[in-house]
């Protein structure tokens, strides 16, 4: 049977082609790169990967074909570190910090994430799905084609389940595929001010088991479990109860580390076997060689610091050179980092942590898939995967790190459909 949709011509197709699980050392840095390359699409799948004289003899005449000349095809961005359901905005904050105030001066002040828990708490489901829609539908035609998003605005239970609706709403009724994540313990909320041990016990004893019969547990590959370790919020014992509760659910892992302060957060990701520890701003060495030595994979958000104003940015050379999976994402939230744009990501990987454009872009696809369990699904252009991808009208693919400020993004394709 001939393809439905066949991609023709491209002056580089970057298949990413990852058999052996997430990319590290010196394989980060090599694209699988095809040239005159062509994809065949049946369906939502990938059936044909190679170059155009293949290409045109597979094709028939029910084929639509689509000219890639001069172009690169990749494929979709994954973007496997995100807050992007919330309700409301934080413009004041953002003019308060460039006048002098720090994050955590603003959180200490009950200000800064309160305030988007607040107006998340107020929300209807309908009103959070409809201001998060228009993120993901830029997100979109950024190229980014699978989102991992984080509860987290809600802090009590009926809020924490309710984010969980819209991430599952969303991820059924737009063309982005949604990964939910489970952040109850994001910060602690006005109601328990000083008292974290209690708000881990709610966190722990009532948010957690309340997922199960709400039927989030159920999800295929399972939910998500994250938490914000970091002084201010919680610590690696407050932590590492959270997940391993977590564990014991049957949920995978993920943990906010280093992100401002060292607490021994990487560590406890490496020890508990999370999929990723993220942020990784000030990982001392001794953990980046445990990190290296694992199944973890490190997620960079050069954006918070870069949203920050501020130059914390993660040692993403030395942990690539170390060994370390690095993938990379935006951090889409509204208090650090309100950026919807993954090649923007890439731009500031290269300038601010070492990185070379083509481990920008293994980062932010294979590495970035395996980050949230689908290295299988998506991330790559290979036989049997997902059809997601991507037509820049670049002739190389160094372009993508090299311009930045303007989508270089012309043709968005996701599930075998051109959606963007
Ligand atoms: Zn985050």
New binding site residues.
């Given amino acids: 049977m001939s393809p439905d949709l066949v991609v023709h011509s491209a002056r580089q197709l970057l298949s990413l082609a990852s058999p052996e699980g997430p990319r590290r050392g010196p394989a980060m840095g090599e694209l699988s790169l095809i040239t005159d390359g062509a994809v065949g699409i049946q369906g939502d799948r990938i059936v044909l990967v190679g170059n155009n004289q293949e290409a045109i003899a597979a094709a028939g005449s029910g084929s639509r074909l689509i000219d890639a000349s001069g172009k690169v095809v990749m494929p979709g961005f994954v973007d496997p570190?995100?807050?992007v359901v919330f309700a409301g905005d934080r413009a004041s904050e953002f003019e308060m910090r460039l006048q002098g105030a720090s994050y955590m001066e603003i959180l200490a002040a009950g200000g800064g994430i309160m305030d988007t828990v607040r107006a998340t708490r107020e929300a209807s489901l309908g009103e959070i799905v409809n201001q998060s829609r228009k993120r993901l539908d830029r997100m979109l035609a950024h190229g980014t084609t699978t989102v991992e998003a984080?509860t987290g605005y809600g802090l009590d239970t009926e809020s924490e389940l309710k984010m969980l609706d819209a991430i599952r709403l969303l991820d059924e009724s737009h063309p982005i595929d949604l990964v939910p994540t489970f952040?109850g313990a994001?910060a602690i909320p006005v109601e328990h001010k000083g008292r974290v041990d209690e708000y881990v016990n709610l966190v722990v004893e009532e948010m957690m088991p309340a997922l199960e019969p709400a039927g989030y547990l159920d999800h295929q590959p399972p939910l998500f479990c994250?938490v914000?370790c970091e002084e201010g919020a919680f610590s690696v014992g407050q932590s590492r109860r959270i997940l391993q509760k977590a564990k014991d659910l049957g949920m995978r892992l993920k943990i906010?580390a280093d992100e401002f302060n060292s607490l021994g957060g990487t560590a406890l990701a490496v020890e508990l076997g999370a999929i990723s520890a993220?942020?990784l701003a000030c990982t001392p060495e001794k953990e980046i060689r445990l990190l290296a030595d694992s199944n973890t994979v490190g997620v960079l958000?050069p954006g918070?610091p870069f949203g920050l104003a501020e130059d914390h940015y993660a040692p993403a050379r030395k942990m690539i050179d170390m060994g370390v999976a690095v993938a990379l994402a935006t951090?889409l939230?509204p208090g650090t980092c309100y950026c919807e744009s993954m090649p923007f990501i890439l731009a500031l990987a290269c300038r601010h942590m070492g990185m070379t454009p083509a481990e920008a872009i293994v980062a932010s696809t294979i590495n970035a898939a395996h980050a949230v369990g689908l290295g299988h699904e998506v991330g790559s252009v290979e036989v049997g995967k997902k059809a997601d991808l991507l037509i820049l009208d670049i002739p190389d693919y160094r372009h993508l790190s090299y311009r930045f400020g303007t989508s270089l993004v012309q043709t968005v394709i996701k599930a075998g459909r051109v959606v963007s």
């Fill in positions: 570190h995100t807050h984080k952040l994001h994250d914000f906010h993220d942020h958000l918070t951090d939230n």
